[in-house]
């Protein structure tokens, strides 16, 4: 079966820029997960979605991210203006199934972001 | 805060050596754990999962022990082998009936021919 697929695989842009990230899940998978991954650290949450609702953003910088899934199959990661702090790896991931007990999550090969 | 960590931030082996990559959990309320493998330019790959009604799970190669008491997890992988060398992270499952990750910072496992 086909994996998580994202794009671009790298980005490059000046600070205040905008930039947007796209993730295609496995097919049938209605949780999906954005991560942000800081050079040297763990993936850290930044938003959950049920097929097309958030679950989770908490973890979101809502002035300056925006994540949406219409249909609930594709998403979009939005970053707008970006800071220096952002440079990272940008990662999808998707589940079969929502719950606790059952929680292996399948992840994409990330976007590296860099901000200049 | 409550957080997921690792004891070892770089493990060298010899290959054909047994690995142990260490995790420390804070959370006494977490239940089920992960761990995942990522290799360079790659997301992590899942390995192994263990729920806290047991001590230990076996797989291919590898092992993870999870002792509640001093809230410490451990992956064992078995005749270590240059493919192995990745950076390990152990993951906490914690949220209210939906599968939110907390990862910890990972260890490099670095496994020599």
């Known amino acids: 079966e086909a994996g998580v697929a994202q794009s671009p695989r790298y980005k490059i842009i000046e600070k205040r820029q905008s930039v947007a990230f796209w993730c295609n899940p496995i097919s049938g998978h209605a949780t999906l997960y954005w991560y942000q991954q800081i050079l040297g650290q763990g993936p850290k949450l930044l938003i959950q979605?049920?097929?097309?609702?958030?679950?989770?953003d908490s973890q979101l910088p809502k002035d300056r991210f925006s994540a949406e899934r219409l249909k609930g199959v594709d998403s979009t990661l939005k970053i707008q203006p970006a800071k220096l702090e952002d440079s990272a790896v940008y990662l999808c991931?998707?589940?079969?199934?929502?719950?606790?007990?059952?929680?292996?999550?399948?992840f994409g090969p990330g976007t590296r972001l860099t901000v200049l | 805060g409550e957080s997921v960590g690792l004891h070892l931030p770089t493990l060298s082996v010899q290959e054909g050596d047994n690995s142990i990559i260490n995790c420390a959990y804070s959370n006494s309320a977490s239940d089920y754990f992960i761990w995942y493998k990522q290799e360079s330019g790659k997301g992590p790959q899942f390995i192994i999962d263990i729920r806290s009604n047991m001590d230990k799970r076996q797989g291919q190669r590898v092992t993870v022990l999870l002792n509640k008491t001093v809230k410490h997890l451990s992956l064992q992988i078995a005749a270590t082998q240059p493919g192995d060398s990745a950076v390990y992270f152990c993951a906490e499952n914690r949220g209210s009936g939906y599968s939110t990750l907390t990862f910890g910072k990972g260890t490099m496992l670095l496994v020599s021919p």
């Open positions: 991931a998707s589940s079969l199934y929502p719950d606790r007990s059952n929680g292996e999550q399948f």
């Open positions: 979605f049920q097929n097309n609702g958030v679950v989770d």
